[in-house]
């Protein structure tokens, strides 16, 4: 039983914080919310080709949720995170007009990323659906689960922003070691396999939301590595489903978040079996836990927020007469891509030679600045701009954010080729790699952002 001096410490603390929380220059509020966006039939389950049937069951729910964040100037930001492979960006581009009309806050401070679970249903896109062959009536569930999908995000987007109270937010860095480099070297090229010599991101940042109680209301957690242990027929939000999930229970009442890194290159190991799914979301959050016990750092606002769509340029496009010669290339997915260029080709005249490729910097006052990048971003990135930011304590690299559009590879990556260097275009319906531009492109428009805030 506690002393009453200890208690009276105790209080005494709690209407100090509380106190400073509402009155400080650099005070922030903060709410959470959440959504089930499960399913409520059999679909087709997205990011594995290969699938020659729909869900059969669930092994958890998915979840859209957010947190919302207010500095002392009113300003609100939103980070959106949900259990699916990825949005298109006009699926993105009209969630933020719908924010922007219904909540007031604008593109620049709503944050959209994707946990990229392959165990989620497939989202009709334009070019990504293509690699599927859904049959009608499939075609039909996906499309009806996509226009119902912006409600539901919206639902926990309005949630958190109706829960806003005065917080207080505090970020640390973990540690987890599951995650292995894929790119594997061969004679014949680089495969997908493993390759515990090859760069790797084990950092886990973690961004603990408590309100003035000092009871934690939200949690924000990050991993670079695919989230693809399971390869089955069942719903499920995979390693980083249940590592929230075993955050939520450790602790209830709170909202933990999942954002994945620049884990396009990475791969949990081991993988394909359930327990390895909940083995590995355990270590991760294990890891946050020891984050949350351990001494953070105060992150305070005021909270700047930058977008732009940066220009990606793609290699030369092939003529059309070399697309026509895919049409009968034994490879499936070759035939649907030529299918789809040469109606861009009938369409259009010709074929993109750039691409409007998303990017955005929060800043946390001089604490903490967050880099969410789109696409599957390779580990290069996360290493290269920790380091030009200022390190990992103070610069948070976030992937698959924004838009679902392609690899990105590094210069590196790109020049080695393999699956991530290119070949992996063929399921995103574009005609060939990116330029050797892209990395110099990506990581440019990042310090333009993060210039630009420091203004």
């Not at 806050?105 to 944050?111: A, G, N, Q, S």
């Not at 242990?229 to 933990?256: F, H, N, S, W």
């Not at 006052?365 to 990992?392: H, I, N, P, Q």
Request: aromatic share 6%; hydrophobic share 45%; glycine share 8%.
């Amino acid at each position: 039983m506690p002393s009453r001096l200890s208690l009276s410490v105790v209080v005494a603390c709690a209407v100090a914080f509380c106190a400073t929380s509402v009155l400080a220059q650099g005070a922030l509020k903060a709410g959470a919310g959440k959504a089930v966006i499960t399913p409520a039939n059999p679909i087709w389950l997205a990011g594995y080709a290969a699938r020659t049937a729909p869900s059969d069951g669930k092994l958890h729910d998915l979840f859209a949720k957010a947190i919302a964040i207010e500095d002392e100037t009113g300003a609100r930001t939103v980070v959106l995170a949900m259990d699916l492979l990825g949005l298109p960006a006009a699926m993105v581009r009209d969630l933020a007009a719908r924010v922007k009309e219904k909540f007031g806050v604008p593109r620049e401070r709503l944050m959209v990323t994707f946990t990229h679970t392959h165990s989620a249903p497939v989202i009709d896109a334009d070019r990504t659906i293509d690699m599927y062959g859904l049959e009608e009536t499939q075609a039909k569930i996906v499309a009806e689960y996509s226009r119902a999908l912006p409600d539901l995000l919206l639902d926990a987007i309005g949630k958190a922003l109706g829960s806003i109270e005065p917080c207080r937010l505090e970020y640390g860095i973990g540690t987890a070691s599951f995650a292995i480099n894929r790119r594997q070297p061969l004679p014949a090229g680089v495969t997908i396999g493993t390759n515990p010599a090859g760069p790797i991101d084990h950092d886990v940042p973690v961004l603990r939301i408590a309100r003035a109680d000092g009871t934690i209301k939200a949690v924000l957690f990050g991993y670079a590595c695919h989230n693809t242990t399971l390869a089955l027929q069942k719903i499920c939000g995979d390693y980083a489903g249940y590592a929230q999930a075993c955050i939520e229970e450790r602790m209830p009442g709170a909202v933990a978040l999942f954002v994945t890194g620049c884990g396009a290159d990475q791969n949990p190991h081991p993988r394909r079996k359930i327990e390895d799914a909940e083995n590995h979301g355990k270590a991760l959050a294990d890891a946050v836990a020891a984050v949350l016990g351990g001494p953070m750092k105060a992150v305070a606002g005021p909270v700047r927020a930058a977008y732009e769509e940066a220009t990606l340029t793609f290699s030369a496009p092939p003529s059309r007469a070399d697309i026509e010669k895919q049409l009968a290339d034994q490879n499936i997915y070759v035939q649907r891509r030529a299918r789809r260029l040469l109606g861009i080709l009938d369409a259009r005249g010709s074929l993109p030679v750039e691409y409007p490729y998303p990017v955005q910097v929060l800043k946390f006052g001089d604490a903490l600045v967050m880099a969410a990048l789109a696409g599957e971003v390779v580990v290069d990135y996360s290493l290269r701009l920790k380091r030009e930011l200022g390190g990992k304590e103070c610069a948070w690299i976030i992937g698959y954010a924004n838009d679902f559009c392609a690899y990105i590879p590094s210069l590196r990556v790109l020049k080695e080729g393999g699956y991530e260097g290119g070949d992996a275009m063929v399921y995103f319906g574009f005609h060939g790699p990116w330029a050797p531009t892209v990395e110099e492109n990506v990581v440019a428009a990042v310090h333009r952002l993060v210039a630009r805030l420091k203004k």
